[in-house]
Each structure stands twice: as structure tokens, then as C-alpha cells.
């Protein structure tokens, strides 16, 4: 099994991602801009840690390339995001870009710079993800992290045409209200209890890029919109 590299893999779904899909005989990749705590468990000593500040694309690309060289990936994932809390006629100019220097513009230049280590693989995934945020009438009014989102789902769609010919699957998942507070190894059960069954647990996202992962060569998913049972509107 090829390798699995993840950005924004410090905790919350992130991190569950890159522990849930790890393969021990493979190369695999966490990308953070501090060291996952997680990784001090020698359980996880078949991941390494790239450290980028995503808030600079240009850097944290280059860094993500210098460290995976030319090793190809199986699956990469774009789990980085961050939001504002309020509306966009209070917030000052410069949060605005680093919202969507994380969430979009570095999801692009890294994207970039490891689609040769994608195309050394046939069958290989790009997994983005979004929000339900960055869906059509969602309501949210946070234009800073809604504009990345909707952009995010836009380089899925620009993306998956431009690689069709490589056997390159692009997928965009966009989740409702996730229960990121707790780790993967407490399991669905306790992220319901906790919350009440209104937010959706780490492991069903995870169930979700699994079976993408798993599918053969000849299917592509395009989108999967996730919201929580309990997302009024989504």
C-alpha cells in the first residue's frame, strides 16, 4: 500500500485521518506547524512530521516537496482550516488572509507540487476538505472561511479534469458539525454521548475516505456532502 500524506494533521480529524490510514510498511506524512502530540507514541513511528506554517503557501510547499522528495503518495489529504467569528465588516484585512491562505491558497501550492508524486501511482486520491459552509445557501456568515471553502470545492472540480488521464481521483468532502474534541481512539459511541448525537464523530469521516481509498481504479467520486443529522438547513 502506497503512502498517506496529511496536512493539518495535528489533532481533531486530522489527526485521526493520518492514524486511521497510516500503513505500517509505507512512507506516511503529517504536515502541521508544530509537532502532533501523537507522534511521540512509538505506536506512530512509521509517520514523520513536515513542519509548515501554512499561513505562507509558497514556504510550506516547498517544504512539504523537500521533505517527501520524490516518494510516491497513495492518498493526500487537505484537512487544514481555520474561521473567523465574525462578520466580514469586522474583521481586520489581515485575518481575512490568513484564513484563506490556510484553507485555500496553500491547498493549491502543495496540492501542486505533489501531483508527480500522485502520478507515480495509478489509483492514486486527492482527498479536500471542505464544509458544509462552502455549500450553496448554507447560511453562514463568515465570508472569510465560507469564500475558501467554496473555493476549495472549486480546485476538487478544476483538479479531477485536469488529472482524469492520470487514473488521479479528486474528492471533496464537506462535513456538517464534527465532534473534533476528541480523539479517534475514544470511539463513535463516546463522541455521541458527549454530544448528544449532534455532532458527527472523527471515525465516520474516516469510514468515508476509507472506502474512497479502498474503491478501484474506475470510479471516481466526485463530492460527498456530510452534514450532522441535527444541521438545521444543510
Not at 40 to 62: C, G, M, N, V, Y
Not at 75 to 104: H, K
Amino acid at each position: 500500500m502506497a503512502g498517506v500524506l496529511v496536512v493539518g494533521g495535528s489533532r481533531g480529524l486530522g489527526a485521526a485521518l493520518v492514524k486511521a490510514l497510516s500503513d505500517r510498511s509505507s512512507r506516511n506524512w503529517v504536515v502541521s506547524r508544530s509537532a502532533p502530540r501523537f507522534l511521540q507514541d512509538p505506536e506512530f513511528r512509521h509517520i514523520a512530521w513536515i513542519r509548515a506554517d501554512l499561513t505562507e503557501p509558497k514556504k510550506s510547499a516547498a517544504a512539504v516537496g523537500e521533505a517527501v522528495g520524490d516518494t510516491p503518495i497513495g492518498t493526500l489529504i487537505y484537512n487544514a482550516g481555520i474561521w473567523e467569528r465574525s462578520p466580514l465588516g469586522f474583521i481586520p484585512a489581515e485575518n481575512l488572509e490568513r484564513i484563506v491562505n490556510i484553507n485555500l491558497t496553500s491547498a493549491l501550492t502543495v496540492v501542486q507540487t505533489l501531483l508527480p508524486n500522485m502520478r507515480a501511482i495509478e489509483g492514486s486520491t486527492v482527498v479536500l476538505i471542505g464544509s458544509i459552509c462552502g455549500l450553496e445557501n448554507e447560511g453562514t456568515q463568515v465570508a472569510g472561511y465560507v469564500s475558501s471553502k467554496f473555493g476549495l470545492r472549486g480546485l476538487a472540480h478544476a483538479l479531477r479534469e485536469s488529472v482524469r488521464a492520470d487514473w488521479i481521483r479528486v474528492v471533496c468532502i464537506s462535513p456538517g458539525s464534527m465532534a473534533t474534541d476528541l480523539d479517534f481512539e475514544d470511539g463513535v459511541e463516546a463522541a455521541l454521548r458527549k454530544h448528544n448525537r449532534s455532532r458527527i464523530p472523527v471515525a465516520d469521516i474516516v469510514a468515508l475516505v476509507r472506502c474512497v481509498m479502498n474503491l478501484s481504479v474506475a470510479t471516481c467520486v466526485k463530492e460527498i456532502i456530510v452534514p450532522a443529522t441535527s444541521d438545521a438547513g444543510a
